[in-house]
Nanobody, 119 residues
């Protein structure tokens, strides 16, 4: 069983910053990539950023220059540093892991953490 637990969400004013964390645990043999997605009610979940095993990163256009994804492998943790937050960044943010577990190749999700940007 693989578990991902996000934390760090909350209420922040426009222009503020937050750092999200995602810790994974369980029977994971190897990780191909980890990512952050976000979703607002009535819309599809969208990719925010991802990071591969080699450290290569990819960002959605709407967060480039403001968000930074990073990982701490010894801690089984991936982070999303969010700066210059805008009201339109309000969403539930989900952590995603793509990797090999005892069940084979799989894609796993956390439960999500709410980020609200409002004055």
């Amino acid at each position: 069983q693989v578990q991902l637990v996000e934390s760090g969400g909350g209420l922040v004013q426009p222009g503020g910053s937050l750092r999200l964390s995602c810790v994974f645990s369980g029977s994971i043999f190897s990780v191909n990539a980890m990512a952050w997605y976000r979703q607002v009610p009535g819309k599809e979940r969208e990719l925010v950023a991802n990071i591969t095993t080699s450290g290569s990163t990819n960002y959605a256009e709407f967060v480039k220059g403001r968000f930074t994804i990073s990982r701490d492998d010894p801690k089984n943790t991936v982070y999303l540093q969010m700066r210059s937050l805008k009201p339109e960044d309000t969403a539930v943010y989900y952590c995603n892991l793509d990797g090999l577990s005892t069940r084979g190749l799989g894609n796993y999700w956390g439960q999500g953490t709410q980020v609200t940007v409002s004055s």
